[in-house]
């Protein structure tokens, strides 16, 4: 059994700052890449920004400069700093793991249940 969770979400003023958390649990036995994703009311889920293995980070443009993805791998966290925040940041943010767990030859994607971030003008 594999486990997401993610925190942090929450209302903040434009301009602000928030820093969300995704901490992967359970049966674990190798993660290949954390990333987050949003989704906006009747909008599709929309990529944000991964971080990989080996470190390399990814963006979508709209976030770049802005926000910052890092990770923790000893406690198998992703975090996403998120600075400059404007309301059209005003979405449910997801965290996706893709893992190997001990009772698995392949590698699969997990999904937190969402954060709510609210961003005020």
């Known amino acids: 059994q594999v486990q997401v969770v993610e925190s942090g979400g929450g209302l903040v003023q434009a301009g602000g700052s928030l820093r969300l958390s995704c901490a992967a649990s359970?049966?674990?036995?190798?993660?290949?890449?954390m990333g987050w994703y949003r989704q906006a009311p009747g909008n599709q889920r929309e990529f944000v920004a991964q971080?990989?293995?080996?470190?390399?980070?990814y963006y979508a443009d709209s976030v770049k400069g802005r926000f910052t993805i890092s990770r923790d791998n000893a406690k198998n966290t992703v975090y996403l700093q998120m600075n400059s925040l404007t309301p059209e940041d005003t979405s449910v943010y997801y965290c996706?793991?893709?893992?190997?767990?001990?009772?698995?030859?392949?590698?699969?994607?997990?999904w937190g249940q969402g954060t709510q971030v609210t961003v005020s003008s």
């Open positions: 971080i990989i293995s080996g470190g390399n980070t």
């Open positions: 359970g049966s674990i036995f190798s993660i290949n890449a």
């Open positions: 996706k793991v893709n893992l190997r767990s001990h009772q698995s030859t392949y590698d699969t994607n997990y």
